[in-house]
């Protein structure tokens, strides 16, 4: 059996900045308010018509290869995580095959629909693969491009302060040194609050979840049509639904929990992590859960003051920078972990 180790890490962000107080230009909201709720200062836009979650992906891909020291046509399989993708069909990950140019054309590409815990699920199904000798090298991707899908209005408020556009790109790889690379992932999800932070307008739902099918505008007696209603539109159905306190109690509970999980389960203690990068949704949360682990400042990486919460790619962007920071050295125990929609929630261990 082989292990996987991160070969190469690479991010980009988007070049636009969006501060609080321009968002106070749109709706009811303050710097103050986000500032304390959530920690986040500003966030960075990719630019309209130039800019998608695949193009931000293939700038970090280029990085992240060049780090790993490989040809891009040694890749063996693309995984995309993106709550955000260009089309609703196909997916990200052969979108970025083809935009890298890599020859033939032929690796298999899977795009993984997490949310929050998108990176995670990715890098272990990766490691799955590399593990049982399938693969050698597999591209892990997490891109966003929330600023495309938010609702700049005040009733919308509560969500679009929070979320950011980026990408962040992991070259995994085979490796034959015991005891190093990825130790172990925990993955997890519960269907039973999937509505509690979703996104489920455009969709084929057609009205099931909902007893007044009237709400999304959906007659009984027609076929087709259905996936989005000018109803939905008007309505302001086509934006993401958060119940943010709900969200919070759960994220401080299951964060960890997981990681406590994924310590037990390698027989390692939280005294042994050097750096924890928690998903970034809030730094309250990331706050409360360092706590918890008795983590000193340096060893928890947040970026969430400059960038937002990213979704997929916020794992992936922090570990980017905290490695680029010269705070990650070989031998050093990473933790990554994360919480988001579905619910779905996840660990990594990983020994650089
Ligand atoms: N600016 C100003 N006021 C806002 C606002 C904004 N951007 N968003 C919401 N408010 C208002 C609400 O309308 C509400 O007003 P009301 O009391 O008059 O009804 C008030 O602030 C409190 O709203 P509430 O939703 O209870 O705030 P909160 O303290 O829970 O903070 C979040 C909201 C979203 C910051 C917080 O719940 C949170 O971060 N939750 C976790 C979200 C998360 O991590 N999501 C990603 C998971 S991966």
Not at 53 to 77: C, H, P, Q, S
Not at 94 to 106: D, E, H, K, Y
Request: hydrophobic share 40%.
């Amino acid at each position: 059996m082989y292990s996987s180790k991160i070969a190469g890490i690479g991010h980009y962000v988007p070049q636009q900045v969006v501060t609080n107080n321009d968002l106070s230009r749109y709706m009811d909201t303050t710097d103050e308010w986000v500032q304390e709720r959530t920690g986040i200062k500003e966030r960075r836009y990719g630019l309209r018509h130039k800019e998608t979650t695949t193009t931000m992906a293939v700038e970090a891909a280029k990085i992240a290869i060049e780090r790993a020291g490989i040809d891009k046509n040694e890749l063996d399989f693309i995984i995309f995580a993106t709550l955000s993708p260009d089309y609703y069909f196909p997916g990200c990950g052969v979108l970025l095959q083809r935009a890298l140019g890599i020859s033939g054309n032929t690796c298999g590409a899977l795009d993984i629909r997490n949310q929050c815990s998108g990176f995670i699920y990715a890098l272990s199904v990766a490691d799955q693969f590399i593990r049982t000798g399938m693969y050698k090298n597999i591209l892990v991707v997490g891109s966003e491009m929330h600023s495309m899908g938010l609702d700049f209005s005040t009733r919308g408020r509560n969500v679009t302060v929070i979320f950011g556009d980026g990408a962040g790109v992991a070259v995994l790889q085979a490796s034959d040194r015991e005891g190093s690379g990825v130790l172990t992932t925990k993955l997890h999800a519960d269907g039973t609050h999937a509505e509690m932070l979703s996104f489920i307008s455009p969709g084929c739902h057609g009205g099931y979840h909902d007893e007044d099918k009237e709400k999304f505008g959906f007659p009984d007696d027609e076929y087709g049509g259905l996936f989005i209603t000018q109803k939905m539109i008007d309505d302001h159905l086509t934006y993401p639904f958060m119940d943010g306190q709900f969200v919070f109690k759960m994220a401080v509970q299951k964060f960890p929990e997981v990681i406590n999980e994924a310590l037990e389960s390698v027989g390692l203690k939280k005294e042994d992590i050097n750096m924890l990068i928690p998903h970034q949704a809030n730094l309250r949360i990331s706050q409360f859960v360092q706590r918890v682990l008795g983590l000193r400042d340096d060893q928890v990486w947040n970026n969430i003051q400059k960038y937002g919460n990213t979704t997929a790619a916020s794992i992936p962007i922090a570990l980017s920078e905290a490695w680029e920071a010269g705070k990650i050295k070989e031998g050093d125990l990473v933790c990554l972990a994360a919480f988001g929609s579905g619910f779905t929630w996840g660990s990594a261990l990983i020994r650089w």
